[in-house]
């Protein structure tokens, strides 16, 4: 159990454009699910915590406008990438929790952003 | 402010061979302490967690972990390790008032057959 999927796997696209990566908890509810970043090579870094139904929590030094996260549903979390440019390329994986505030983490398999 | 420490960034061993991976934390509370495997271009799997109780924390994959509250200390632990086990290998530390995980900066290991 506690199976997390993301959606796609890898995306390639224009400069200008936006980018939606989607997030599903497979077999479980997820109060809270969390996106990160990781550039190669690198570390995790946290950029937002959602709750379903409310806004999400950016951390210091993430663009909310540029990163838009919607947690609509308690096995859905969104993340879109607005007018996507070079430097947005990385690695981007989103986790989930059964519960709100301290819980395990279990984390999707990541999507690859490339932007031309 | 919450940290992870893994002191070793890259780490190779024999097939067979013990393996110990270190990770320090230092944390205002009871920490809830987590590690978690990455293969290449993947997300990350659990390994193992503890967050109360028994210090020795048994996890998948025949690896191990021990709690030292004193050292402030989560080393993980596997006695034979397979080739299989080439990864990057993370720790984490939250709390039980739902801070945020703290990832520490991962070690890599190689396993020579």
């Known amino acids: 159990g506690a199976v997390v999927s993301q959606h796609p796997s890898w995306v390639i696209c224009k400069s200008g454009t936006s980018v939606k990566i989607e997030c599903r908890s497979l077999?479980?509810?997820?109060?809270?699910m969390f996106w990160y970043r990781q550039f190669p090579k690198q570390s995790l870094m946290l950029m937002a915590t959602?709750?379903?139904?409310?806004?999400?929590?950016?951390e210091q030094g993430v663009e909310k406008d540029k990163f838009l996260i919607n947690h609509a549903s308690l096995t859905l979390s969104t993340l879109t990438v607005t007018s996507a440019h070079p430097e947005d390329s990385s690695f981007y994986i989103c986790?989930?929790?059964?519960?709100?505030?301290?819980?395990?983490?279990?984390f999707g398999p990541g999507t690859r952003l490339t932007v031309l | 402010a919450q940290s992870v420490t893994q002191p070793d960034i890259h780490i190779t061993v024999s097939e067979g061979a013990s393996l110990e991976l270190r990770c320090n934390y230092s944390?205002?509370?009871?920490?809830?302490l987590f590690w978690y495997v990455q293969s290449p271009g993947q997300g990350l799997q659990l390994l193992l967690k503890?967050?109360?109780?028994?210090?020795l924390v048994q996890g998948i994959k025949g690896f191990e972990a021990e709690f030292k509250r004193s050292q402030s200390s989560f080393n993980l632990r596997k006695p034979s390790v397979h080739w299989s086990d080439a990864a990057e290998y993370f720790c984490?530390?939250?709390?039980?008032?739902?801070?945020?995980?703290?990832f520490g900066t991962g070690t890599r290991l190689a396993v020579r057959p």
């Open positions: 986790s989930a929790s059964r519960l709100a505030g301290a819980d395990t983490q279990y």
């Open positions: 077999d479980f509810q997820a109060t809270t």
């Open positions: 959602s709750n379903e139904g409310s806004k999400a929590t950016y």
């Open positions: 944390y205002g509370a009871t920490p809830y």
């Open positions: 503890y967050f109360s109780g028994d210090t």
């Open positions: 984490a530390v939250g709390g039980s008032s739902g801070d945020k995980l703290t």
